[in-house]
């Protein structure tokens, strides 16, 4: 299923949450022959189980979502040793779809990861969808239309090229932003991502978590402004992002064996003799 393509869809195809439904099965639990009136996404919260949507199967566990057409012969069965627990909701296309796919009739699944922002959007979609009035209805759509889109970013970013546009997304800025107080908290909640991910995706291109990244990054920037002028220790510092001379020189000593005042004396007076220790970036 192409994300892009299915968020598009969506965001030209009129529709509205008709159901919304928390189920908990025992392992070993099956129900077969079972069918929907409207077509909807499973949405796993704990445990696993098998999904089979006329004829086809889905492993489902957190981490993963199915969406089912309306009307399919489902059959399911919980898998493991573990409760299962998921949550179901059930859309109405309101007006003809767009040219292309037919949602309605189409099964497929997604693979999104570990969301905790998803997992909170859930849980308040549930709480919100029981409680009645006009307030509570119109949440429950906007809920809705909240995690469909933390679904597609996340499926988006779980592909290899979501992965490197993501990384060089955020390296750019980090490149741009240096010397800002940059978190890797702050960087992650920009970006709609959890830390978990953000660590993953910058080692898998640099072979270090994006912590590390920023302060190798600020430090070769360190060792440009050392040799480029004679500022006080201190004001290289804060030009790289660091407030406190102290800790910066205590870090710059720790990754290049020298302090910065002695990197600039050694540097300038025997320039070929001095080896390059800059970190890889």
Not at 168 to 189: C, F, G, N, P, W
Not at 224 to 229: G, I, K, S
Not at 232 to 254: N, Q
Request: contains cysteine.
């Amino acid at each position: 299923m192409d994300i892009n393509k299915l968020a598009e869809h969506f965001a030209h195809t009129s529709f509205r949450v008709e159901q919304v439904c928390r189920y908990a099965r025992d392992p070993g639990m099956r129900c077969d022959g079972y069918t929907e009136p409207f077509p909807g996404f499973v949405f796993p919260l704990r445990g696993k189980a098998e999904f089979v949507f006329n004829g086809t199967p889905y492993t489902l566990a957190p981490g993963k979502v199915v969406h089912g057409g309306a009307h399919m012969q489902l059959d399911r069965q919980v898998v493991g040793n573990t409760r299962w627990e998921y949550l179901l909701v059930l859309y109405r296309i309101c007006a003809p779809e767009p040219t292309g796919f037919c949602l309605p009739k189409a099964h497929f699944e997604l693979t999104l990861g570990h969301s905790p922002r998803l997992t909170e959007l859930l849980e308040l979609l549930w709480r919100v969808s029981r409680q009645p009035g006009g307030i509570p209805a119109f949440q429950t759509e906007m809920l809705f239309r909240c995690a469909l889109e933390e679904l597609f970013v996340c499926v988006r970013n779980q592909s290899n090229d979501g992965e490197q546009a993501l990384f060089e997304q955020i390296s750019k800025y980090i490149h741009d932003r240096y010397m800002d107080h940059l978190t890797v908290r702050a960087l992650a909640e920009q970006n709609e991502i959890n830390e978990n991910r953000l660590f993953y995706v910058f080692k898998k291109y640099t072979g270090m978590g994006p912590g590390k990244y920023l302060m190798a990054y600020r430090l070769n920037r360190a060792k440009e402004c050392l040799l480029a002028n004679d500022a006080p220790i201190g004001e290289v510092a804060i030009s790289v992002g660091y407030t406190d001379a102290f800790y910066f020189s205590r870090i710059f000593k720790k990754q290049f064996g020298v302090s910065p005042g002695e990197f600039r004396a050694t540097f300038r007076n025997n320039p070929y003799g001095f080896q390059d220790s800059s970190i890889p970036i």
